[in-house]
């Protein structure tokens, strides 16, 4: 009995699949992190609450294409992100792929990327995926349900992290900010949910989907009061593709 239930807890099987590399994102890091500090005002806050081992679940709101390089270089463990399947052609997604990021196609159910997700979390490393799903307003009004069914399958800690400033208000999210922008990075209390063996129930992934947006959200919030920073609100323009 017991082995049958640790069997189904392990579901989807992730043996088969090799570890993501990320040697060569060590360099590219602490390059990366040198020059955003250079030109942005950058502010990281509550540092000490990012998990120093283990495996980390990482859910930051979307505001721009700054928001994956920034945290890349900034974060005090090396990320494995979920990217856009559309980002990863030719020389950048070589490049992608050979420090360890994930390209998912958002258009239908992506069994590899999410199975690469999970063999993340389960060797230990830091997963950096938005709950939002796009970049907009950074608010998490929206939850979508991967987030959810990752915590549920792995037990990982989920991490809270609000940006702001990587998206001027009005701005274009296909934009970065001008050199010398504030932008605030801070790190909240993790948290984790009840780890749910196989099979998942959808409205049981919704559920917690939205215990984790009520967190989120209330993350942000006091994010905004302690910084003074506020959100962009809605972008002028939106990728289509995004």
């Given at each position: 009995m017991t082995?049958?239930?640790?069997?189904r807890q392990e579901l989807p099987t992730t043996d088969d699949l090799p570890k993501l590399p990320y040697r060569l994102a060590v360099p590219v890091r602490a390059v990366a992190s040198r020059y955003f500090a250079r030109k942005y005002d950058l502010h990281v806050h509550h540092q000490e609450l990012f998990p120093r081992t283990g495996p980390v679940l990482m859910t930051p709101n979307h505001l721009s294409l700054l928001d994956g390089p920034l945290l890349g270089a900034t974060?005090?463990?090396?990320l494995h992100q979920l990217g856009k399947?559309?980002?990863?052609?030719?020389l950048q997604g070589l490049f992608l792929r050979r420090i360890g990021q994930i390209p998912?196609?958002?258009t239908s159910y992506d069994p590899l990327a999410i199975r690469r997700s999970i063999k993340v979390l389960r060797d230990g490393r830091v997963l950096s995926i938005y709950p939002e799903g796009t970049r907009g307003a950074g608010d998490f009004t929206r939850i979508r349900l991967g987030?959810?069914?990752?915590?549920?399958?792995t037990g990982?800690?989920?991490?809270p992290v609000a940006l702001l400033g990587t998206r001027l208000p009005h701005g274009d999210v296909e934009g970065f900010p001008p050199a010398g922008s504030r932008v605030d990075v801070v790190y909240g209390e993790p948290f984790t949910v009840d780890r749910v063996s196989f099979p998942r129930r959808h409205s049981d992934v919704r559920a917690v989907a939205d215990q984790i947006?009520?967190?989120l959200r209330a993350h942000i919030k006091a994010a905004v009061a302690a910084t003074?920073?506020?959100l962009p609100g809605a972008p002028d323009k939106k990728d289509p593709d995004d």
């Open positions: 082995a049958e239930l640790t069997r974060a005090p463990r090396m399947i559309e980002a990863f052609g030719g998912i196609d958002r987030t959810a069914y990752l915590a549920m399958v990982a800690p989920i991490l947006g009520d967190m003074g920073h506020p």
